[in-house]
């Protein structure tokens, strides 16, 4: 079974630039989450999609990173315009629902990102 | 402020010793899940517990989920190398979701 796919593994860009990335988690899988990771610290949710609906965005900073779930499948995650503390590894994960509730988070090799 | 909190940050070890890392929360969790994470990969589950009291054993590593499910902890017995890396909690509210929320993480490190 493919794993999670993350691209890029690595970017690095100035200040103010814009950057994405791409998620394509494993196929059958309905909740996707995008996580960042600060170095030294545990993932913090950043949004967390079931299908293609919403559920929890709130940790999300809207006035510069969004997010899409193409239907329901593939993802993506853009910064515009990108700050410095915005450095971090982005993680994707996806996970099966059963019985109406997520089970195990299968993590991608994320997507380190550094801002100059 | 995170909504779990593990201890500790950082711990480093002999070969050998055994050691205890805990993650505790003042909210109530239907699931708890624990993480190991190496440098560069994602986190790979090690082990879900879902009752209160429950107790999980995998090969040295001991789990255990707080009667109230409100926290619970990770005890390793003689340590060794292999099992250096950044240990992550992570807990699922049943009524938000079914979020999956981390804690910090405890980054071991088991020296030979």
């Known amino acids: 079974e493919a794993g999670v796919a993350q691209s890029p593994r690595y970017k690095i860009i100035e200040k103010r630039q814009s950057v994405a990335f791409w998620c394509n988690p494993i196929?059958?899988?309905?909740?996707l989450y995008w996580y960042q990771q600060i170095l030294g610290q545990g993932p913090k949710l950043l949004i967390q999609?079931?299908?293609?609906?919403?559920?929890?965005d709130s940790q999300l900073p809207k006035d510069r990173f969004s997010a899409e779930r193409l239907k329901g499948v593939d993802s993506t995650l853009k910064i515009q315009p990108a700050k410095l503390e915005d450095s971090a590894v982005y993680l994707c994960?996806?996970?099966?629902?059963?019985?109406?509730?997520?089970?195990?988070?299968?993590f991608g090799q994320g997507t380190r990102l550094t801002v100059v | 402020t995170q909504l779990l909190e593990q201890s500790p940050q950082f711990l480093s070890i002999q070969e050998g010793e055994n050691l205890t890392v805990y993650c505790n929360s003042s909210?109530?969790?239907?699931?708890l899940q624990w993480y190991r994470q190496e440098p560069g990969e994602g986190p790979v589950l090690l082990v879900t517990?879902?009752?209160?009291?429950e107790v999980k054993k995998l090969k040295r590593l001991t789990f255990q989920f707080g009667d109230a499910r409100k926290d619970s902890s990770l005890h390793i017995t003689a340590a060794q190398p292999g099992d250096t890396g950044l240990y992550l909690c992570?807990?699922?509210?049943?009524?938000?979701?079914?979020?999956?929320?981390f804690g910090g993480g405890t980054r071991l490190m088991v020296k030979p």
């Open positions: 994960a996806s996970s099966p629902l059963r019985g109406g509730k997520n089970t195990e988070a299968f």
């Open positions: 196929s059958g899988h309905a909740t």
């Open positions: 999609f079931q299908n293609n609906g919403v559920v929890d």
């Open positions: 909210s109530v969790f239907s699931s």
């Open positions: 517990v879902v009752t209160g009291g």
């Open positions: 992570a807990g699922v509210k049943k009524n938000a979701g079914n979020m999956l929320t």
